[in-house]
Nanobody, 126 residues
Framework: QVQLVASGGGSVQAGGSLRLSCAAS?????????MGWFRQAPGKQREGVAT???????SYADSVKGRFTISKDNAKNTLYLQMNSLKPEDSAMYYC???????????????????WGQGTQVTVSS
């Protein structure tokens, strides 16, 4: 059973930075997979932010390109989201997600993820 524990959220002023972490356990490291970050603000639909596959290929939502960077540390089994130049509209609960996936299938926010972390709150004030 894959388990994901997200952390690193907090409150920052606009223009600031945060780094989110997602500690993953219980998955087969020799299998292909897709991991991602999603966010949901109150009253809004969940939005895909960024994804990374087991080969390190990444994709980003247009709204965060150039500001956010997704990465993973295979030795630590940890997924990261470095968020720079934060804006008030980035405020949301952020979730990490995981899915076993063939590398022939593009790892994007359109993937139906099977495992989700508990979320970490990010609040950006103007």
């Amino acid at each position: 059973q894959v388990q994901l524990v997200a952390s690193g959220g907090g409150s920052v002023q606009a223009g600031g930075s945060l780094r989110l972490s997602c500690a993953a356990s219980g998955y087969y490291t020799y299998s292909g997979y897709c991991m991602g970050w999603f966010r949901q603000a109150p009253g809004k639909q969940r939005e895909g932010v960024a994804t990374i596959d087991s080969d390190g290929r990444t994709s980003y939502a247009d709204s965060v390109k150039g500001r956010f960077t997704i990465s993973k540390d295979n030795a630590k089994n940890t997924l990261y989201l470095q968020m720079n130049s934060l804006k008030p509209e980035d405020s949301a609960m952020y979730y990490c997600a995981f899915k076993y996936s063939s590398l022939r299938i593009p790892c994007t926010v359109a993937v139906t993820f099977d495992y989700w972390g508990q979320g970490t709150q990010v609040t950006v004030s103007s």
